[in-house]
């Protein structure tokens, strides 16, 4: 694997392999059989963030220290490109720098495609951290390592993604992951919040959230994007936290088993109650520790893996 992109047409064993990597990593890193790997020692990863984050980028940067990596973090506010560098520019300036990966947040969707062939010739790695509307790879296979820990394989089962999926990058990558792994994914949203060609996914749709819940595996809440909504928001933020919050009232209506996600940073109130962001059965926090594991995952079948079987 040369970049991580996308997850659409991602081969199942390949989602698998950096599955069951990440798994082995936590395994030994929690139980501290190792504290550091010395894998990437003398590789360089560059994270380069166009727009905010704490998840993503703070865990990009603690996978690659945790794999002896040199890992150096660019901003646009920080750098040149405050003073109307270009993309191309600035990914070729980090390339002849000695970058072996740059992991790039981009409000442009395909952003990290353009990336990857500016940077064909000098055979740098892309990591995709956010694209836009597009895709967030990372976050749906760190969703994946999670429903895998607390259900097991995941073919057949039943997962909803519920809210914004029109500005959600998170959606559309967790759509591709988790139907390729064999799961059953049903988006639930107002029509307003759909993408116009949602009819030609591999998804079931429903606009009511309760007739769902009973029968789910897995609950998956996205953040409403009011940065993404410059024409206004229909329904209101009261008319949508009532038709598609996971209230106290709704979580009871989730079979014992089922799980809830959300990829943070959450809006508590809107999109998911206080107390169940806080409850045992939402898996939050295991999102953001399986996010550190999944990338280092990631870095090592990027940087180190090909190196090991050639
Ligand atoms: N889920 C996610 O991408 O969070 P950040 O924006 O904090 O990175």
């Given at each position: 694997m040369?970049?991580?992109?996308?997850?659409?047409?991602?081969?199942?064993?390949?989602a698998?392999?950096?599955?069951?990597?990440?798994?082995?990593?936590?395994?030994?890193?929690?139980?501290?059989?190792?504290?550091?790997?010395?894998?990437?020692?003398?590789?360089?990863?560059?994270?380069?963030?166009?727009?905010?984050?704490?998840?993503?980028?703070?865990?990009?940067?603690?996978a690659?220290?945790?794999?002896?990596?040199?890992?150096?973090?660019?901003s646009?506010?920080?750098?040149?490109?405050?003073?109307?560098?270009?993309?191309?520019?600035?990914?070729?300036?980090?390339?002849a720098?000695?970058?072996?990966?740059?992991?790039?947040?981009?409000?442009?969707?395909?952003?990290?495609?353009?990336?990857?062939?500016?940077?064909?010739?000098?055979?740098?790695?892309?990591?995709?951290?956010?694209?836009?509307?597009?895709?967030?790879?990372?976050?749906?296979?760190?969703?994946?390592?999670?429903?895998?820990?607390?259900?097991?394989?995941?073919?057949?089962?039943?997962?909803?993604?519920?809210g914004?999926?029109?500005h959600?990058?998170?959606?559309?990558?967790?759509?591709?992951?988790?139907?390729?792994l064999?799961?059953?994914?049903?988006?639930?949203?107002?029509?307003?919040?759909?993408?116009?060609g949602?009819?030609?996914?591999?998804?079931?749709?429903?606009?009511?959230?309760?007739?769902?819940?009973?029968?789910?595996?897995?609950?998956?809440?996205?953040?409403?994007?009011?940065?993404?909504?410059?024409?206004?928001?229909?329904?209101?933020?009261?008319?949508?936290?009532?038709?598609?919050?996971?209230?106290e009232?709704r979580?009871?209506?989730?079979?014992?088993?089922?799980?809830?996600?959300?990829?943070?940073?959450?809006?508590?109130?809107?999109?998911?109650?206080?107390?169940?962001?806080?409850?045992?059965?939402?898996?939050?926090?295991?999102?953001?520790?399986?996010?550190?594991?999944?990338?280092?995952?990631?870095l090592?079948?990027l940087?180190?893996?090909?190196?090991?079987?050639?």
């Open positions: 040369k970049h991580l992109l996308t997850t659409e047409g991602i081969d199942p064993a390949q698998t392999a950096i599955l069951d990597t990440a798994a082995s990593l936590k395994q030994a890193l929690e139980g501290r059989e190792v504290r550091k790997l010395p894998t990437l020692r003398g590789r360089t990863v560059i994270t380069v963030f166009y727009e905010n984050s704490t998840r993503t980028r703070v865990s990009f940067e603690i690659g220290k945790w794999m002896s990596a040199d890992v150096v973090n660019v646009s506010s920080g750098s040149s490109v405050g003073k109307g560098e270009s993309l191309r520019d600035t990914a070729l300036t980090l390339a720098a000695g970058a072996d990966c740059v992991i790039v947040r981009h409000p442009a969707s395909g952003a990290a495609h353009r990336l990857a062939g500016w940077l064909r010739e000098a055979g740098t790695s892309v990591v995709n951290a956010g694209d836009g509307m597009h895709e967030h790879p990372t976050q749906a296979l760190l969703d994946a390592a999670t429903l895998r820990e607390r259900l097991g394989e995941l073919r057949g089962r039943r997962i909803a993604i519920v914004d999926v029109l959600s990058r998170v959606a559309r990558s967790n759509v591709h992951l988790l139907t390729a064999g799961a059953d994914v049903t988006l639930v949203a107002p029509p307003t919040l759909l993408p116009t949602v009819a030609s996914w591999p998804v079931t749709v429903s606009h009511e959230l309760d007739a769902e819940l009973p029968s789910l595996d897995a609950v998956m809440l996205l953040r409403v994007q009011a940065e993404r909504m410059h024409g206004g928001f229909f329904p209101s933020a009261r008319e949508y936290s009532i038709a598609y919050g996971l209230s009232r979580l009871k209506l989730l079979p014992e088993h089922a799980v809830v996600l959300h990829p943070g940073p959450m809006l508590r109130g809107m999109e998911i109650a206080s107390a169940v962001a806080d409850s045992p059965r939402a898996a939050i926090t295991d999102q953001v520790r399986n996010g550190v594991h999944v990338r280092m995952a990631v090592y079948h940087l180190a893996h090909e190196e090991e079987t050639a």
